[in-house]
């Protein structure tokens, strides 16, 4: 039990001891990626400066070999050339995916074991979750075991995407009249290489990051079914109090707007510079279609154990109501033939009224207006921009415009 039940030692919480178990729930155990964030969080210099670390090393293992490769292979970075229509420097896909799309990835990871205990904190130090404390001990038992699993097999799965995608990528870019800068002459140059190593690492950490957050909302929704909520109608979050656990689905979709944009480049430079075969083509679409279908799907999965937990909770405070101001008109009834109906039973009526008012505005979702827009506005950026550069180049050339090649 005491292996765990952690208190967080290692991560930016330590030295705040938890006044409920279910605050000592350790997600990280078996992940190299948090015990890698977890000794440069104990170097010092700030939780801040970590990050800002983190995203420096993610950069420097992955776009710094890519440039210097480039710079020492045979062909230019800056210069189209003959059969080679796409320099390292036009390509825009793969400076964001390893200058933005990848850091942030790996970033979002390290840090969703602090936002999750910091939300689960926020809930129950308002009150809004109760959880017993024996069941919140072996919530943390539980789950610890079943992170530590979930760990090992999104670090197993990331290994066989990565090589399986990078085997793709190399078989689909090596030939010479894709004019990508990867390959020259029908052989894979040195960036070549060091490209396919950069992919192997990007979507290893994709299915770590998704089986993390599946595993999250699963352990929400086990945090919900052993608690009480206790909704708050005027908390300032609008939100009946649960807030900090909606935000939890606005970073999904985050990275999921991250990817979306890499499609989106993938889609522009694809067309603009490279003859790719019809199996990109094919991947791009399904790449599309499963942005719009996951984009609501992870933002709302986290939240909805909250949102059956809120319907609950709404419904039966509506039914207290209900049945008092049943029990209070049925004695009334009894009154009408006397008469005998006094100022203090209209202002009970009142009072049931305007409680019961008050419960039918109670939030059944626990996110705000705000968080909403924010979410919409992730979620259509990718589908913008998509729908953006063929409009733009119509334009372009209706204009007879030519854009520098």
């Known amino acids: 039990m005491a292996d765990a039940i952690h208190l967080i030692a290692n991560g930016p919480l330590a030295g705040h001891a938890p006044a409920d178990p279910v605050m000592a729930l350790d997600t990280t155990a078996g992940s190299i990626i948090h015990w890698c964030f977890n000794r440069l969080d104990r170097a010092g210099f700030g939780h801040t400066f970590t990050l800002f670390k983190c995203y420096v090393i993610a950069v420097a293992l992955t776009y710094l070999p890519l440039l210097i490769a480039a710079l020492l292979g045979p062909l230019s970075i800056a210069v189209p050339a003959e059969g080679h229509h796409l320099p390292f420097l036009y390509d825009l896909n793969v400076a964001f995916m390893f200058l933005v799309s990848l850091p942030c990835l790996i970033i979002l990871t390290i840090t969703d074991q602090q936002i999750l205990v910091r939300a689960l904190r926020s809930v129950q130090s308002d009150g809004t979750i109760t959880i017993p404390h024996e069941d919140a001990k072996r919530l943390a038992e539980r789950w610890h075991a079943r992170f530590r699993m979930t760990n090992f097999a999104g670090q197993s799965l990331g290994v066989i995407a990565g090589i399986t995608i990078a085997y793709f990528n190399l078989v689909t870019y090596t030939p010479a009249a894709v004019g990508f800068w990867i390959a020259n002459e029908g052989h894979l140059l040195l960036s070549g290489y060091v490209f396919i190593y950069c992919i192997f690492l990007f979507y290893a950490v994709i299915p770590i990051y998704v089986l993390r957050n599946i595993a999250i909302s699963l352990l929400l929704k086990d945090i919900v079914a052993h608690s009480e909520l206790h909704l708050l109608p005027l908390h300032p979050d609008r939100c009946g109090g649960l807030r900090p656990v909606g935000r939890l689905g606005l970073r999904n979709q985050y990275a999921l707007t991250l990817l979306g944009l890499n499609i989106v480049l993938l889609i522009v430079i694809s067309r603009r510079y490279l003859d790719v075969p019809d199996s990109v083509n094919g991947l791009i679409v399904a790449a599309v279609?499963?942005?719009?279908?996951?984009?609501?799907?992870?933002?709302?999965?986290?939240?909805?154990?909250?949102r059956a937990g809120m319907l609950k909770t709404k419904s039966q405070l509506m039914s207290d109501v209900a049945q008092r101001l049943r029990v209070e008109l049925d004695r009334l009834r009894a009154q009408l033939a006397s008469g005998a109906i006094?100022?203090?039973?209209?202002?009970?009526?009142?009072?049931?009224?305007?409680?019961?008012?008050?419960?039918?505005?109670?939030?059944?979702?626990?996110?705000?207006?705000?968080?909403?827009?924010?979410?919409?506005?992730?979620?259509?950026?990718?589908?913008?921009?998509?729908?953006?550069?063929?409009?733009?180049?119509?334009?372009?050339?209706?204009?007879?415009?030519?854009?520098?090649?």
Not at 289 to 306: C, E, K, R, S, T
Not at 353 to 372: H, N, S
């Open 342 to 405: 006094s100022k203090e039973d209209d202002e009970l009526i009142e009072r049931l009224r305007k409680i019961g008012a008050v419960i039918d505005e109670l939030p059944v979702w626990p996110f705000d207006a705000g968080t909403l827009r924010k979410f919409l506005t992730a979620y259509i950026i990718p589908l913008l921009s998509a729908v953006g550069y063929p409009v733009l180049k119509i334009v372009l050339d209706f204009a007879k415009i030519q854009i520098p090649a």
């Open 289 to 306: 279609a499963a942005y719009i279908f996951l984009g609501p799907v992870v933002f709302m999965a986290p939240l909805l154990p909250f």
